[in-house]
């Protein structure tokens, strides 16, 4: 008997890597294949933000930048397309741009999934616009503090803003309800903080990668209204639009991204924690018998 635990002990501190690379990939292969997912409790930061958009009245006008690339989709876009989503939800005017280069083709990306098959309704120049990139990051944005349509005279489709019904109105930064950035660098939400809501007035909220999150924490809650920070929060947000709108929407894995991807990253999680616990217990066993 003593032999045997001898031997699995041995056996568990020479594991071969390999081993731990096929629980790993088991561990991502399962949910993908059963749509297996979990429920996600939202966090207070998630909470806040939704909370935020519900109680905006119908037809608040919100600011949307897409400030990130196809590298950062994974964790970013599904927090963009539940932005989007919750603001349809609300009958709110969503005004979109974008300080990054490729922000404006994420943004195209999310109407035509989102807008344009789930809210038919929602009428482009009334309900959204697409202001389209603008180079200059903080430059852009303390020129939107003074004159708006000084920094986009036409939208990107080329039409002229005085031909845009939702447009009329809207004089400076300060006119809008509420920024809400989606961001994967700088610039992004930080600079929208610093250079736009700050000095606007405006309230801010929006969702970041999770290496950037813990730098805009100490933001909540006095200038932020709300953070996602991550696909975890992308999936607490989808649930929270879940079980709000039960009518609308369900468990879809199509749907929501963010849900559907958690349930590999949670299972690859356990295979760490396991793997760590394990190798823990071989290690002390083995330095108690050596002190004995």
């Not at 610039?187 to 999770?210: C, M």
């Amino acid at each position: 008997m003593a032999n045997m635990n001898k031997s699995l002990i041995s056996g568990l501190q020479t594991l071969d890597r390999r081993y731990v690379f096929l629980f790993m990939v088991i561990a991502v292969i399962i949910p993908f294949a059963f749509d297996l997912s979990f429920d996600e409790v939202a966090t207070p930061e998630v909470q806040a933000i939704f909370q935020f958009i519900e109680k905006l009245p119908e037809g608040a006008k919100v600011l949307v930048p897409f400030d990130f690339d196809p590298p950062s989709e994974p964790e970013l876009k599904p927090m963009a397309d539940s932005f989007v989503r919750h603001l349809c939800q609300r009958k709110q005017k969503i005004y979109f741009m974008a300080l990054w280069p490729m922000g404006q083709a994420e943004t195209l990306d999310t109407v035509n999934r989102v807008i344009k098959q789930e809210f038919p309704q929602y009428i482009y120049g009334k309900d959204y616009v697409m202001l389209g990139y603008k180079p200059g990051g903080p430059g852009v944005i303390q020129l939107l503090l003074s004159n708006f349509k000084e920094s986009y005279p036409i939208d990107a489709m080329g039409t002229p803003i005085a031909e845009i019904p939702m447009m009329q109105d809207v004089r400076k930064l300060e006119d809008m309800d509420l920024i809400l950035n989606v961001s994967a660098g700088s610039p992004g939400l930080k600079e929208w903080i610093q250079f736009g809501s700050d000095r606007a007035v405006t309230p801010i909220g929006g969702g970041v990668t999770a290496v950037m999150a813990p730098l805009l924490y100490p933001y909540y809650p006095k200038q932020l209204s709300g953070l996602l920070g991550g696909l975890k929060a992308a999936a607490e947000y989808e649930s929270l639009l879940i079980t709000t709108y039960p009518k609308t929407y369900s468990k879809d894995p199509q749907v929501f991204a963010g849900i559907r991807r958690m349930g590999p990253q949670t299972l690859a999680h356990l295979v760490i924690i396991f793997f760590i616990v394990i190798g823990n217990i071989a290690y002390f066993v083995t330095k108690r018998k050596n002190t004995d």
